[in-house]
């Protein structure tokens, strides 16, 4: 799963990858947004915790990961 996440006043989007499913992620959001220390709290696939302030997300997109293709598309 790639996460990006669109973070308030600034200009790149924190983007990481996580084995975690489309649920998961989206429970973790919500809880986040809900919570009283208000922080979002996400593990991407090599182990490393991102802590970003949830009053400062913009946005979170979530897009399924996808095998990667090897070799030429097409015929010759």
Known sequence: MEIKIGIQETARELVLASSQSLDEIDELISDALRSDDGLLRLTDDK??????????VAYVEMTPAEARRVGFAGGV
Do not use: D
């Open 47 to 56: 182990g490393r915790l991102v802590v970003v302030p949830a009053s400062k």
